[in-house]
């Protein structure tokens, strides 16, 4: 089945010839990957979908990606998700509506303060839009550090969102650990307005629900199994574990982590587990491990670009029809375009 739906898909793209680009979040299925023209972090991707200039790009990804790539290309360009089920949960807990009322509260608890938001790459595109009209911008987790440097040169404080635990390893990494508030815009007693005054990071209570499930326990089971083994994770990975890790980077340090090491060494993976199986698969000279072995590690919303979805929407893009287009309303584009240039430029 996967060779005869191959030869479709390689079919479909000599037809597109230049007018598809396919771009591959590290994440994906290797089924997907192997098709991609690039594969790379969320920063990478967003460089490659901006100097992209063929008229269709599919995104093997999730629905914030593909936004910020149509925000990013050209009017004349479409981006197309091979799933319309592919939205990644975390980008759902930072909703611009309910932002727009906590951020009423939390600038009249920090009245003195000017406040610069930071929104993480996974969120929709009218948060984007938001953070730019307030002085903010987004980052990835490859560059959450310099936005905050950013930040503190415009404004006093900075409310991150929507993942805690990057923003947590985030201030870590900068030395301002003593500087965080968090709020959480579920709990009436999660929002306290006076630590909101004292506190120069405000934190929104969102995270990745894969990463969030790795513990401080995967990282001691490993090393008493495996004594020479040295660890990578995730920043959106909770403290404790970024913690007892050797190494803490985005999906793009992780790969080059591995790529780097000696044959004789061992790497425990601590992020989504098609990444560590892509890694098994391009390093068989490193010994590369899950750092937990549990299906949980599997990203859902990733999962969901199935490649016979793939293969269909080159299929159809080869006859000329366009299906699953991913386009941000014209009066959010605008805006998020602001934010997310500001992230490229830093
Ligand atoms: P990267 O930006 O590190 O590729 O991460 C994206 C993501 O969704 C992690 O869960
Ligand atoms: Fe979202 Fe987590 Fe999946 Fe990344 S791994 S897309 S943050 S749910």
């Known amino acids: 089945e996967e060779d005869e739906r191959t030869e479709r898909i390689e079919a479909a793209l000599e037809e597109l010839g230049d007018d598809v680009v396919i771009l591959g979040h590290n994440y994906q299925r290797r089924e997907i990957v192997e098709h991609a023209d690039f594969v790379g972090d969320s920063y990478q991707l967003s460089k490659q979908a901006a100097a992209a200039d063929a008229e269709y790009v599919v ?3 999730v629905t914030f990606m593909a936004e910020s790539a149509d925000i990013i290309t050209d009017d004349d360009q479409a981006v197309i998700l091979p799933s319309m089920e592919a939205s990644c949960p ?13 951020w009423a509260e939390i600038t009249e608890a920090a009245s003195d303060a000017d406040i610069v938001p930071i929104t993480y790459m996974n969120s929709y595109a009218d948060l984007k839009a938001f953070c730019a009209s307030q002085g903010g911008l987004v980052c990835t987790s490859s560059n959450a550090h310099r936005a905050f440097e950013y930040a503190f040169e415009k404004g006093d404080k900075v409310l991150f969102l929507p993942d805690k635990h990057l923003g947590e390893n985030t201030a870590h990494r900068l030395g301002m650990a003593d500087e965080i508030a968090e709020w959480d815009p ?13 506190s120069d990071i405000i934190l929104w209570d969102g995270y990745c629900q894969v990463h969030e499930r790795f513990r401080v326990e995967h990282v001691d089971e490993i090393r008493e199994e495996h004594p020479d083994a040295n660890v990578v994770v995730h920043p959106e990975c909770r403290r404790e574990v970024v913690e007892a890790a050797d190494v803490v980077g985005s999906t793009s340090t992780i790969c080059e982590t591995v790529a780097q090491a000696d044959p004789d060494e061992t790497w425990a993976i601590g992020t989504e587990i098609h990444l560590t199986n892509h890694l098994q698969r391009w390093h068989p000279e490193v010994t590369v491990l899950p750092l937990c072995g549990e299906a949980c590690m599997d990203c859902n919303a990733m999962r969901q670009i199935d490649p016979n979805y793939l293969a269909w929407v080159l299929e159809e893009l080869a006859e000329g029809r366009e299906h699953n ?13 602001v934010a997310l240039d500001r992230m490229l430029e830093i």
């Not at 975390?90 to 906590?102: C, H």
């Open 59 to 61: 995104f093997g990804g």
């Open 90 to 102: 975390m980008a759902g807990m930072a909703e611009a509506l309910q932002v727009d009322s906590a």
């Open 186 to 198: 579920w709990d009436p007693d999660g929002k306290d307005a006076d630590e909101v005054a004292e």
């Open 325 to 337: 287009v991913i386009e941000v309303a014209p009066e959010e584009k605008e805006l998020a375009e």
